[in-house]
């Protein structure tokens, strides 16, 4: 093995998806027009212009596990990078609606 590959090999394993708890809370973090148009069944809605003010009454436990996402995975960056900030220790940025219903086996409703 020469010194590429294992780089090549280190990084790869960095990206594995981390695994995801079966009592994860989901967070949708798009517009209510949005989410309403379709969204990861079992989701809760918390749109970004709100996510600053309400997310601790919908979390208030930092060792529950949450997954972020909404449309393109822009805004679920910005809100997993805040709740890390706030001291929760299981964020997942789930990127878009599709691949976290992907993910977890669930309908898209």
């Given at each position: 093995?020469?010194?590429?590959?294992?780089?090549?090999?280190?990084?790869?394993?960095?990206?594995?998806?981390?695994?995801?708890?079966?009592?994860?809370?989901?967070?949708?973090?798009?517009?209510?027009?949005?989410?309403?148009?379709?969204?990861?069944?079992?989701?809760?809605?918390?749109?970004?212009?709100?996510?600053?003010?309400?997310?601790a009454k919908l979390v208030p436990d930092?060792?529950?596990?949450?997954?972020?996402?909404?449309?393109?995975?822009?805004?679920?960056?910005?809100?997993?990078?805040?709740?890390?900030?706030?001291?929760?220790?299981?964020?997942?940025?789930?990127?878009?609606?599709?691949?976290?219903?992907?993910?977890?086996?669930?309908?898209?409703?």
């Amino acid at each position: 093995m020469n010194w590429l590959s294992k780089f090549f090999t280190d990084k790869a394993a960095q990206q594995q998806a981390p695994a995801y708890d079966d009592n994860a809370l989901i967070i949708d973090v798009r517009t209510p027009g949005e989410f309403a148009s379709g969204h990861v069944d079992g989701a809760l809605n918390l749109p970004m212009d709100k996510f600053g003010k309400n997310y601790a009454k919908l979390v208030p436990d930092r060792g529950r596990q949450v997954i972020v996402y909404c449309h393109s995975g822009v805004r679920s960056v910005h809100a997993s990078q805040f709740l890390k900030l706030q001291r929760y220790v299981k964020v997942i940025n789930g990127g878009t609606a599709e691949a976290v219903a992907s993910t977890l086996q669930r309908k898209i409703v």
